[in-house]
């Protein structure tokens, strides 16, 4: 299991159609998304890449360092700054978020 005994990581597929609207634009909709479960916080959906109308996002300058997942680079969606974040090249532990992205579910709606 990723993370430590501490700090336990899981990843699973997610059931189901996963859609992602910011101000009622569909930016994302997809079957393909990820669970990650970390620790005691809630559950976070990671939809592919892939699925998601990349038109829709500008990169972001910041960046955090997670030290169970690595090193997130961070994207702005229309009227919300970092709304959404990637972890590009995720530690060997948790290589199965490469290429996905997670929302902050204040700055956009998510159905699920």
Do not use: Q
Request: proline letters at 12%; one cysteine or more.
């Amino acid at each position: 299991m990723p993370g430590t005994p501490d700090h336990p990581i899981t990843i699973t597929p997610h059931d189901g159609e996963v859609r992602i609207l910011r101000e009622g634009r569909e930016i994302v909709r997809t079957s393909g998304a990820l669970s990650l479960k970390e620790a005691s916080y809630p559950a976070v959906l990671y939809v592919p890449r892939a699925d998601a109308d990349m038109t829709a996002f500008t990169p972001n300058p910041k960046s955090t360092y997670c030290p169970y997942k690595g090193d997130a680079s961070y994207f702005d969606l229309p009227g919300a700054p970092g709304a959404v974040w990637s972890y590009e090249t995720p530690l060997a532990d948790v290589a199965g978020i490469a290429g996905y992205l997670a929302f902050y579910p204040d700055k956009v709606t998510i159905e699920a």
